[in-house]
Nanobody, 127 residues
Framework: QVQLVESGGGLVQAGGSLRLSCAAS????????MGWFQQAPGKEREFVAG????????YYADSVKGRFTISRDNTRNTVYLQMNSLKPEDTAVYYC????????????????????WGQGTQVTVSS
């Protein structure tokens, strides 16, 4: 079992930055592939970024490539999403997700591939 708790969301002006954190419980965090998803009002949840269990592989949605960076610290059981050059269209609830992925470089981009989810953190970007 993995429990995930996101933090770091808030209100920011366009062009600003935020860093989201997702703290995981349990001793097997390093065995899990992690992902960040966003859900804007009235829209379906969408993949934003993913990282493999050992941080060797990462993948980004085209909409955030070059602006967002996903990273993880397995000693702190935490995955991060650094968001720079934020745009109003980045406004959404951001969720982190986990699934077992040890020894795999696969980045999982479908929500259905993840078994554990956090409660989400709101990011609002004003124009």
């Amino acid at each position: 079992q993995v429990q995930l708790v996101e933090s770091g969301g808030g209100l920011v002006q366009a062009g600003g930055s935020l860093r989201l954190s997702c703290a995981a419980s349990g001793r097997t965090f390093s065995s899990y592939a992690m992902g960040w998803f966003q859900q804007a009002p009235g829209k379906e949840r969408e993949f934003v970024a993913g990282i493999s269990w050992n941080a060797v592989s990462t993948y980004y949605a085209d909409s955030v490539k070059g602006r967002f960076t996903i990273s993880r610290d397995n000693t702190r059981n935490t995955v991060y999403l650094q968001m720079n050059s934020l745009k109003p269209e980045d406004t959404a609830v951001y969720y982190c997700a986990a699934r077992f992925g040890k020894y795999s470089s696969t980045i999982y981009r479908q929500g259905s591939e993840y078994g554990y989810w956090g409660q989400g953190t709101q990011v609002t970007v004003s124009s």
